[in-house]
């Protein structure tokens, strides 16, 4: 009994990649069969779109913010400015993220002979925007203390000049 257990599995497990594969490689089935069972995930719409090679694939992904994690149906692929080649056309789910921001996911399609090119755009979480907030403010009143000492240096040696003529009145 275990050992048909055991079969069974093995060979469910060994027949899923090829069943999937073959869903994904049809690109019209692939996109619409996503399309409806995802559609709570919005699509994210290329930047750019080149000609390549028809039976070569290539997807760039940039982010708003260095060095985001980049994961490709939760499988991580590399950090931002990423490029990839070789793809399997259909859609697949992109997550970006970074520690300190809110995480971004979206639907990307890959199309064969076409290099594709998406920008994601991250949000700061609540307590990376009051960070960045606070060091704004210290900028902001940084600036506005060098910019009162230039005028203050500046004053001085119209002070100065005014003392040195009054000087040589005196003489």
Known sequence: MKRSIF???LITFLS???????????SSQAGSDSEQ????IPNLEPEEVKDIEV??????????????????????QGYSKLSLSNLVEGFYL?????????YQEKFVYVERGKE??????LQPNEE???????RANAHAEEKSSSQAKEQNVE???????QADSSLGEIK
């Not at 899923?16 to 049809?26: E, K, L, R, S, W």
């Open 7 to 9: 079969i069974f599995g």
């Open 16 to 26: 899923f990649p090829t069943v999937f594969a073959q869903q994904v490689a049809d």
């Open 37 to 40: 069972a995802f559609s709570i």
């Open 55 to 76: 039976s070569r694939t290539k997807v760039i992904f940039k982010t708003n913010i260095k060095n985001c994690r980049i994961y490709l149906n939760q499988n991580f």
């Open 94 to 102: 992109l997550r970006a993220e970074k520690e300190g921001y809110d």
């Open 116 to 121: 594709k090119t998406f920008y994601v755009e």
């Open 128 to 134: 990376t925007q009051k960070k960045l907030e606070a």
């Open 155 to 161: 004053a001085e040696p119209e002070v100065t000049a």
